[in-house]
């Protein structure tokens, strides 16, 4: 039994910092991970964890130096290749980020989210059907795997299978409910089919969860504008702008939504004297 006033080993140093990234508490994380470093610069974990933490505090570049130095003591992790080709992503190195989740993919071929961020990749790359294949494939390996289904959504959307696209965002929003982006795409599709009505429901939903995304305020005041309900479309493109003031589409259809709701009302008006 350690006795109380033992002092942490960098094992125990690497762990209480992993328990602290897991709450969320990265600062926490960052410091224990260096004290683990420091008695013990060998220590692989340590260094994949300072990554991890500074990757969750956005900053991409020192957490790839952290992970560069976790793969040099241990470079058949196929974890940290995955956590180095995700901050590659986020720093826009796009091809160097598709090399490190192949090496991923080579050292354990079974690992699904080395696979979905390749397939990610690849739809950058617009090798859609490659994407759609891989993801695809993984939402059958793992069906509760929701980036899976969500990266299957956008790439059948892509090939143009709208029907299959929704089902797919169907899927992420069953796993995830509060998926902003899955109800945001699901509109989007109905769109295709001309589910205006349904389309405006689903970026409710989004905008219920997000009230700050403002380009589905902007997606629920053209719908509405296409549909003649013109206050529901001035609304929202008040909130489009408030979120956006620079928006130059929503500036324009709420002028013409007002003109709209001008001229419904003296047609009612209209009708109300004869």
């Known amino acids: ?21 897991r ?15 420091r008695l013990n610069p060998q220590n ?10 500074l990757d969750s505090l ?19 992790n196929a974890a940290t290749w995955i956590c180095k080709g995700i901050s590659l992503r986020n720093l826009n190195r796009d091809e160097e980020a598709l090399s490190a989740f192949e090496q991923a993919i080579s050292i354990n071929p079974k690992i699904t989210d080395a696979w979905i961020h390749k397939a990610i990749v690849l739809l950058i790359f617009g090798r ?10 993984v939402t059958q390996e793992d069906p509760q795997k929701v980036i899976a289904w969500y990266t299957l959504g956008v790439g059948l959307s892509a090939l143009h299978e709208h029907e299959k696209a929704l089902d797919a965002f169907n899927q992420v929003i069953q796993l995830d409910p509060f998926s902003t982006e899955a109800y945001y795409k699901k509109g989007c599709e109905l769109l295709y089919f001309n589910e205006r009505e349904e389309a405006i429901a689903a970026w409710r939903e989004a905008t219920g969860i997000d009230p700050d995304y403002y380009q589905v305020w902007h997606r629920i005041g053209m719908a509405s504008f296409e549909l003649g309900k013109f206050q529901d479309a001035v609304d ?14 929503s500036v324009y259809y709420r002028d013409l939504s007002k003109q709209g ?14």
Not at 23 to 37: H, L, S, V, Y
């Open 44 to 53: 692989a974990e340590a260094w994949a964890n300072k990554g991890m933490a």
């Open 23 to 37: 709450m969320g508490e990265f600062e926490q994380a960052i410091e224990a991970a260096d004290q683990a470093i």
């Open 236 to 249: 929202a493109f008040d909130r489009s702008l408030a979120l956006d003031p620079s928006n130059p589409d």
């Open 261 to 274: 709701l001008e001229a419904s009302k003296k047609k009612k008006t209209s009708k109300k004297k004869n």
């Open 58 to 76: 956005c900053k991409y570049h020192e957490a790839l130096v952290a992970y560069e130095v976790s793969i040099v003591m241990d470079p058949r």
């Open 1 to 21: 039994m350690k006795k109380s006033y033992e002092p942490l080993s960098d094992i125990d140093l690497t762990h209480k910092g992993f328990q602290h990234y």
């Open 128 to 137: 859609i059907k490659e994407a759609v294949d891989i993801a695809e494939k």
